[in-house]
């Protein structure tokens, strides 16, 4: 027999089961709102109050979306009533020069982020595809075709890393988008070249209404980490103490040159795929109601009771804060938005080329001509 | 900017290579990278020496993954560099057609001008080196027809060096076709990165009787064609389009307009082709100079052929002259289309 010549093999082996996720989903916050001590510390009172008080608010935006959908306002909204812990964890997780890269589901994250929620609501309310400049708040806009954000994200790291910048991107996944190519190409990418980037997979189990079943034979999506070098964390996506914390370990992890993690958050979508989807064709009544009862913003507040951080004044508060965010929110969004036909054409090349001006100025001409018919 | 090179002999591939390294020099924001393009060189060796010379940071090569090149890419350009990417081949392309046509070329237009991606795509593309299937394709029309994209493609070995140079330094993403079948072909030149602007397409001989358009790997094909017409009595302008998208109208016009016939000639399958395009253009906009219908000679409408049959697919000094001798010089029906033209297949 001739010897067969071994392939040069990877500088760093990995580090081989330390890569697998726990067998139970990790968290920090029972669902009765009692500590797990085991776990580990929970994040200081005032992070815990921000991710409440940001909870309440964004589950309140999410409901006034939705209620702007009934009215005409938008012409659809995907909800992510009962992911609020992992909207708001995981952005708060965030440091100011980091990245967020978000898909259509993710709305509250970005207004979690600090842009203006009119300008987050553009893409749904049809005025332009992205209401807001990606670079003030360093939030890609919304990703509709699922999963290739996370090239973008792995992208936009390593060119950190090149240039020698402190900057991390969080990527938001889902459960569906792990069964895109992309996903296996962005997590292949960043272990390969240790990309400082978190990808956040909120797992709420359907995608549209294929459950996770046929979706994968994996024994979790987390798992998914080791056959790439990258460590896994399953993680309870209803305890906001768990994603942040998760979260914010796996930035310090990424700023430090140790890699990319992936983040495997198990929660559950209360409402419809958007306004336009039927969920009951595809679940029943009995599994939406458990998942209610798990609910990460009765969670959190029945720890900070108990806690001594919150109590009826407050809870008061934050409710009178969140119903002001809504009606200033309902009220900019009763507005018309003027569309100007002329811009059409105005962003598609940095300048508009020959071709886009004479059909600009054909547009323009057509339209002043049937006002003058009027 | 001229480059180092001297005005001496140099190949397509040699003034890409020095494109590459002249723009590596100029701008520290510029990174190169794809399949085999760091110690390889690239596979055809347009890369050849640039890993050594600008580091691994700087020039690298990828898992084998094209979304995930064009993909990176774009999260790169969004943090401030110039990316300029390699697909090994044409067809292998395919797999980052969705980061091409969903991202690459709608950011910019998507945050209302907030994100520019000064991208780069390199793609060897076309036929008429006897490579197997998935080497060969034409896939100009792919990109051509998604608006936000430029597409260019060069000619002559000073044209690659000025094109690419332009692509890099242009704001708006860029697929850069490379015919090739001319990678080797030798010029002698002064590499130059200014001169006209990056969507000017250029009239390489004129001519007064009839307008002979192409790009790319077809162009040399045309101009040797145009030589022989000149034996027949016939004085062929020939524009090299340089830019398919956006299209240079003005100079395909002007030229159609004095010479009233022209014939648009690509290797890549006429159905629904580029060639179309500029037929249609031609027919709208020069309709009363025109003394005959604008014929196109392109490859058939079939995949592309294995190598021992791939002479007869691409356009050749012959069909040229053909189609040259069919344009109503002497105002009769065309006969070729008589039996066909209603015919059901």
Known sequence: MTAVAAHPVSSSPPAGTGLLPSGEPWQLIDPAGQPVTEAGPLPPDPTLTELYRRMVIGRRFDAQATALTKQGRLAVYPSSHGQDACQVGGVLALREQDWLFPTYRDSVAIVTRGVDPVEVLSLLRGEWHCGYDPHQHRVAPQCTPLATNTLHAVGLAHAARLKDEDTVALVLLGDGATSEGDTHEALNFAAVWKAPVVFLLQNNGYAISVPLAKQTAAPSLAHKGIGYGIPGELIDGNDAAAVYTTVQAAVERAAGGQGPTLIEALTYRIEAHTNADDATRYRNSDEVAAWLARDPLTRLEAYLRSAGQLDDDGAGRLRAEAEQFAAVLRERMNADVPADPAELFAHVYAEPTAPLREQRDSLLAELRDAGEQR | ?345
């Open chain 2, 1 to 345: 900017m001229t480059s180092t090179l001297d005005a001496a002999t140099v190949t397509m591939a040699g003034a890409l290579n020095t494109a590459l390294a002249d723009a590596l020099a100029a701008d520290q924001g510029v990174v190169v990278f794809g399949e085999d393009v760091g110690t390889l060189g690239g596979v055809f060796r347009v890369t050849d020496g640039l890993a050594a010379r600008f580091g691994q940071d700087r020039v690298f090569d990828t898992p084998l993954a094209e979304a995930g090149i064009v993909g990176t890419a774009i999260g790169m350009a969004m943090n401030g560099l110039r990316p300029v990417v390699e697909m090994q081949f044409d067809a292998f392309a395919y797999p980052a057609f969705e980061q091409v046509t969903s991202h690459l070329a709608k950011l910019r237009n998507r945050t209302r001008g907030a994100v520019s991606l000064p991208i780069v795509v390199r793609i060897p593309y076309g036929g008429g080196i006897g490579g197997v299937e998935h080497h060969c394709d034409s896939s100009e029309a792919y990109y051509a027809h998604t608006p936000g994209l430029r597409v260019v493609t060069p000619a002559s070995p000073a044209d690659a060096y000025r094109l690419l140079r332009q692509s890099i330094d242009c704001p708006d993403p860029v697929i850069f076709l490379e015919p090739k079948r001319r990678y080797w072909s030798k010029e002698t030149a002064q590499l130059e990165a200014g001169g006209p602007a990056l969507d000017q397409a250029a009239v390489v001989k004129r001519g007064t009787d009839v307008t002979l358009i192409s790009y790319g790997g077809t162009v040399a094909t045309t101009l040797e064609a145009a030589a022989a017409a000149a034996e027949e009595g016939w004085d062929a302008e020939v524009i090299d389009l340089r830019s398919l998208s956006p299209v240079d109208d003005r100079t395909l016009t002007e030229s159609v307009r004095r010479t009233g016939r022209a014939v648009v000639i690509h290797e890549a399958a006429g159905f629904c082709g580029y060639g179309a395009e500029i037929a249609a253009r031609l027919s709208e906009r020069c309709f009363h100079s025109l003394q005959a219908p604008v014929l196109r000679v392109t490859g058939f409408d079939i995949p592309y052929p294995a190598p021992a049959l791939e002479g007869h697919h691409l356009p050749s000094t012959d069909r040229i002259l053909d189609a040259l001798a069919r344009l109503q010089w002497d105002d009769e029906p065309d006969e070729r289309w008589l039996d066909s033209g209603g015919a059901h297949a």
